[in-house]
């Protein structure tokens, strides 16, 4: 039993899991990730051309679409000069909007990030926006024509899970274009936490690429992924205070 | 003519366009965008588009990230 698939924009995707490549220490190792959770959606961040390898042959090769990103920039007018130059080199539509507030914290500015996700979709670009975990934020970036929002369950690279697993669960129920849990993942329970939580995604980066063995890591994370979509789609059980015994009461030996 | 090439300064023959600029410096052609002070330039116009004297010419290409 698997999920079902994933429509975002244009793009119908069997995974749910998104991986990101920062911090990845080979392109062998980030060919091994991608086989062993069949990601379909991979991030590349946009750099001045270096002698450093570029991983698109490596995504291209193992059939995974590219989903550019705008990391590192900290303006509106940045992030739209960035996406463009993505769309130009790569030929995708497709931008992941990051604008961060500074270094330190990388979290979202969210002014910056509003204005310039309303002029990417103005200019044709399907935008996935990092979000904060506010709910009104996640709404107007819907509202602009986004067509997912990307929530943080933590600060980036931090590891530290969901913080707030009930803000999650309410960007969920609150916007109609789908909701990918972004930064924060740890382990392959974050992830699944995400999911029952009601994400329709997980893009997880650091706690892959930079786990003792990343290959690994990826599959569990991956699974955890499935695991959480099926037990959110199987209805669990209502929580109670007290206990309901699972054997018959009847027939109890000396009644 | 001095311009900045991925911030380093740099000087050509004035008149250049995009594509000769990356032919002069050995820069690569695929999976790359170029941007001349800020403003994207698309790759059908490399061949006539024309950097000025103290332009600003970024070329990106995709690394990892994200």
Redesign the interface.
């Known amino acids: 039993m698997t999920t079902e698939p994933l429509q975002i924009a244009d793009t119908k995707l069997r995974s749910r899991l998104f991986l990101g490549t920062g911090g990845i220490s080979s392109l062998a190792a980030l060919a091994a990730c991608i086989a062993a959770t069949g990601t379909e959606l991979v991030t590349v961040a946009m750099r001045r051309v270096s002698a450093g390898s570029s991983p698109l042959q490596v995504i291209r090769d193992a059939g995974a679409h590219v989903l550019p990103n705008t990391a590192g920039c900290f303006t509106a007018a940045e992030a739209v000069l960035t996406a463009q130059l993505a769309r130009e080199a790569l030929g995708t539509t497709r931008i992941k909007l990051e604008v961060v507030a500074d270094e330190h914290t990388l979290l979202p500015d969210t002014v910056e990030l509003l204005d310039a996700a309303e002029r990417l979709v103005d200019d044709g670009f399907d935008v996935f926006p990092y979000t904060t975990d506010d709910l009104v934020t996640a709404r107007r970036l819907a509202d602009l024509g986004c067509v997912a929002v990307m929530p943080l369950g933590a600060p980036i690279g931090s590891g530290l899970g969901i913080c707030n697993p009930r803000a999650i669960e309410a960007i969920c129920d609150a916007v109609d274009v789908p909701v990918v849990l972004d930064a924060g993942v740890g382990t392959a329970s974050d992830a699944a936490l995400a999911m029952e939580l009601g994400c329709d995604a997980v893009l997880a980066a650091t706690a892959i690429t930079r786990a003792d063995d990343p290959a690994r890591m990826a599959a569990a994370i991956g699974a955890a992924v499935e695991a959480g979509w099926l037990a959110r789609h199987a209805g669990r059980i209502p929580r109670r205070t007290t206990a309901l015994a699972s054997s018959p009461l009847d027939g109890l030996v000396g009644s | 003519m001095s311009i900045h090439v991925?911030?380093r300064p740099t000087d050509l023959r004035t008149g250049l366009t995009v594509q000769e600029v990356l032919t002069t410096l050995n820069?690569?052609r695929r999976?790359?965008?170029?941007?001349v002070d800020?403003v994207?330039v698309?790759?059908s116009s490399w061949s006539e588009s024309t950097v000025g004297p103290d332009s600003s010419v970024?070329?990106?290409?995709?690394?990892?990230?994200?």
């Open positions: 991925n911030g820069l690569p999976d790359v965008a170029v941007a800020g994207v698309p790759r970024e070329v990106v290409t995709a690394m990892q990230g994200g």
